[in-house]
């Protein structure tokens, strides 16, 4: 009888051992699934919907092709693509079922009249593009090898006019996750697609706070108001000491310095590239959270970027100078913060091998002049392949890029040869990051470096 006893008293503790590791193992789970609803808070320093490069824009429209966390060509609203006579003509089949935000669907001529419209507002490298069937089709003079990669940027987003063009809100119309619910010159509101092809986001909404400056984007994010800020590479180091949680992207952009004054001879450009001093540029300006460089390519990439010197040298800049006094120069940046204290710092490096240069900030809506003597601004450094990579840097550049490069040896023969002309000075590979707050669950960085929300559910979500 006591043996019973002790027997049922055992398996009851036993049980009760068991169901109480079952409930911890449900609740340790349900905090961990992902939770629909809630509204992300973000806050930045420009305009959300600055073309091409603003946060609005990915989260609206979607591409033919994506990159994926790697920077691997995916698809997104074509399924396939092939291409014939050597790169020259390409064809995208398109996915069935998707519709824009507005109900219509999407079809091959919506697709080309969204890259025309595209192609308006920059240089494409097609020389045309086509509706054949439920297909889109390329076409050119010259091969794009990398052309399923171009079509993932955000310059060649797919995205539909409205009718109402005296309604801003409702002039962005695209088959992303989020469709446009208000705008205006401080904010962007956007709400979840519930019929997009990819599924619905988990979040209900995502609000997007303009202009704001760094320090106060911080302040919020430290007190609940935002979910997730900018931080700049200049500023990661401050920011972990402030206790910020803080994700770095892989370097995802090359700052580069372009050089267009016609007047300048080999030798003048030679020796501008011999004075910029890197060193400084990346111990004080950008705090050691930069790569340099002096190739394109990083050389996570290629492995052969160490073939490039990147030490200043002025006393042979002043000899391959030899005595000419250049023109005046003007330097303009694309940035701000740390951009325009690089091109400050660049303009005193020039000084002192002889060339006069004048920092002139950007126009309005950041505009520059293609004929302002120097540029400084930075350049994607996404696009899967380092060759696929190098002919977009190339082709941004204003060259035409080679065929298909076969081998790292052909990428690195390709790269000098270009570099040895001294109309592009590379300087440093950048990072991307961003503070966010404790409540965001699954947040990942695109190959773009920037916050992947249309994956993201926040803890306190009902």
Known sequence: MFRLSAFSSLSSNRAMVLCVLVMLTATAHARTRPHYGGTIRIEVEGDPLQKPDGIAWRLMLDGLTRKDSEGAVRPSLATRWTSEDNDHR???????????????????????????????????????????????????????????????????????????????????????????????????????????????????????????????????????????????????????????????????????????????TPQLRAALALSVDRAALYQFIFQKQAEVTASLLPDSLSGYSFLFPIDRDLTRAQSLRGGITPPPLALAYDGTGPIQLAAERLALNLHDAGFAVRVIPPGPNGYISPRTDLILRPFPLTGGTPSDILDELLRRFGQTAPAKLPDAAATYKSEHDFLDQHTVIPLLDLPRAWAVSGRMRDLRLTAEGVPDLANVSLEDAK
Not at 105 to 120: D, G, K
Not at 124 to 139: D, E, H, K, M, Y
């Open 90 to 264: 390409w064809q995208f089949w398109l996915r069935p079922g998707v519709s824009f935000h507005n109900g219509h669907p999407l079809n091959a001529l919506a697709v080309v009249t969204s890259l025309e419209e595209s192609c308006r507002a920059a240089a494409c490298p097609w020389s045309a593009v086509r509706v054949l069937g439920q297909s889109v089709v390329f076409t050119s003079d010259n091969p794009i090898p990398d052309l399923p990669s171009l079509l993932s940027e955000n310059g060649f987003l797919i995205q539909q006019k409205s009718l109402a063009e005296d309604n801003a809100a409702a002039t962005v119309i695209g088959t992303g996750p989020f469709r446009m619910k208000d705008s205006n010159n401080s904010a962007v509101q956007l709400e979840a697609n519930d019929d997009c092809w990819q599924g619905r986001p988990f979040v209900d909404a995502i609000e997007i706070e303009a202009h704001r400056p760094t320090r106060d984007q911080w302040m919020d994010l430290s007190l609940g108001k935002a979910d997730v800020a900018e931080v700049r590479p200049s500023d990661i180091r401050q920011a972990r000491q402030q206790r910020l949680n803080v994700i770095i992207s892989p370097e995802v952009a090359l700052l580069a310095l372009e050089v267009h004054n016609t007047e300048l």
